[in-house]
Antibody, heavy 128, light 103 residues
Framework: QVQLQESGPGLVKPSETLSLTCNVSSGSVSSGSYYWSWIRQPAGKGLEFLGYIYYTGSTNYNPSLKSRVTISVDTSKNHFSLNLNSVTAADTAVYFC????????????????????WGQGTVVTVSS | DIQMTQSPSSLSASVGDTVTITCRASQKISSYLNWYQHKPGKAPKLLISVASTLQTGVPSRFSGGGSGTDFTLTITNLQPEDFATYYCQQTWTFGQGTKVEIK
């Protein structure tokens, strides 16, 4: 069974860049059937889908955060990463990585699949 | 963007009860809607995909239905381990969540 594990700093200063990595084990990030995703949950709030990447490097981002989010993949290390720049206290959240699985539907808002495997999440606090 | 409106935001129920959570899309999304269960400190868990496809290992007391704009998640014979928050999801958007609490 594929497992995902997030890692990265738990504290980031305002205006700096939040950087997290998701390590994929017991499976390959290069599997052609899946996309690799980031989701977050601010304390006391709901889930927010940030974006996803294919192993080729093709990305798609939530339009609400598109200007600040970058997702990358390193197939040699079997992991993918999230960069969120110009962070503020509003970016304080639990960040999850997840696998986006088929079947896929291409609708008005883009691709819909299901997030079938998730990491445990990592808490990131934005504070000086 | 398609908006997802989930209701109720919370509910209280007893073990053995049947509960139904609804999710309404602002425009038609065919059957491409997923349901997740989330417990504090844990990873969310995919319960149902494509409106009604139960994931492997998920108990059959969970069921999903609907298409177009209106969808439901029903839990029959509620068990202690089912007390959690449930989310619907389509493309970028999650519903606001429904917290199922013990009465």
């Amino acid at each position: 069974q594929v497992q995902l594990q997030e890692s990265g700093p738990g504290l980031v200063k305002p205006s700096e860049t939040l950087s997290l990595t998701c390590n994929v084990s017991s499976g390959s990030v290069s599997s052609g059937s899946y996309y690799w995703s980031w989701i977050r949950q601010p304390a006391g709030k709901g889930l927010e889908f940030l974006g996803y990447i294919y192993y080729t490097g093709s990305t798609n981002y939530n339009p609400s955060l598109k200007s600040r989010v970058t997702i990358s993949v390193d197939t040699s290390k079997n992991h993918f990463s999230l960069n969120l720049n110009s962070v503020t206290a509003a970016d304080t959240a639990v960040y999850f990585c997840a696998r986006l699985a088929p079947p896929y539907f291409f609708g008005p808002s883009g691709r819909t699949g299901s997030l079938d495997i998730w990491g445990q999440g990592t808490v990131v606090t934005v504070s000086s | 963007d398609i908006q997802m409106t989930q209701s109720p935001s919370s509910l209280s129920a007893s073990v053995g009860d049947t509960v139904t959570i609804t999710c309404r899309a602002s425009q038609k999304i065919s059957s491409y809607l997923n349901w997740y269960q989330h417990k504090p400190g844990k990873a969310p868990k995919l319960l149902i995909s494509v409106a009604s496809t139960l994931q492997t290992g998920v108990p059959s007391r969970f069921s999903g239905g609907g298409s177009g704009t209106d969808f439901t998640l029903t839990i029959t014979n509620l068990q202690p381990e089912d007390f959690a928050t449930y989310y619907c999801q389509q493309t970028w958007t999650f519903g606001q969540g429904t917290k199922v609490e013990i009465k």
